[in-house]
């Protein structure tokens, strides 16, 4: 729930764990460069990248990419420092990534404790549109993520989970209402673009026996959904993600 909105958006660390299962090695393409977040100067280019580098982050713990993780840790306090709220949300909490540093999985559970307490934070804080900032990054960063090591690739074993965001991109749209800005505006045009196009895809369903729970009296109704994407239809979703991602990641 997010601005009076469910959202159903996978977190990062989901797809970037999803992508390590099928085994697809470490691709340095499909991160961001951290060395310079001094670069985004305003609020909404600061919490749109601190999105970036936690999806980063995520993909970084999942692939055992130990030697780079601090480069992120650092930018990610950065930008949280900047933004005024590492601080109020836990002082701690990096340094106890950083102390975890030898063990992926407890880093990468650290990791999203960070994120969903300064999601919290920032709720109760009124600062909505920086947290939706923050979650349009992350998301937008996952696609490419899946995008980048299936680009140009028929048949790839990750675009099955690209276009599975379809699911997601009627709550991507309805965030975007609330970001009425005119610096956000390109981006925004850019990403509603990146949903047309995915909910344009052909869904299907097959419904399947229902299962009836006679003690709690509830009867639960089943279905496979399948989402079908030509190959032009997935040139044209890798070729938004990455004008969306340049957008976002431009100084």
Known sequence: MLQGNVVMIPPPAILSHAISRQNIDFEKQSVSDPDHPEKWTGEMEKALNLGVLGADLSYLINHKQG???PRYLAAIRQLTDN???????????LQQIEAGMENPSNMLGLQ???FRNLESYLRKNKRDAISTYILLG?????????ANPADS???HPLDRLLVEQTHSARGVRSLLDSLQTESF?????SILELCDALEDLEKTYEFKPPIHDKRQAVTYVRSNATVACSESELHELHELIRETRQLILAP
């Open 67 to 69: 030697a780079l993780i």
């Open 83 to 93: 933004l005024g709220i590492s601080h109020e949300v836990d002082p701690e909490l």
């Open 112 to 114: 999203g404790v960070f």
């Open 138 to 146: 992350g998301w937008i960063e996952a696609l490419h993520q899946l």
């Open 153 to 155: 690739i028929a048949g």
């Open 185 to 189: 505006a390109p981006i925004g045009a």
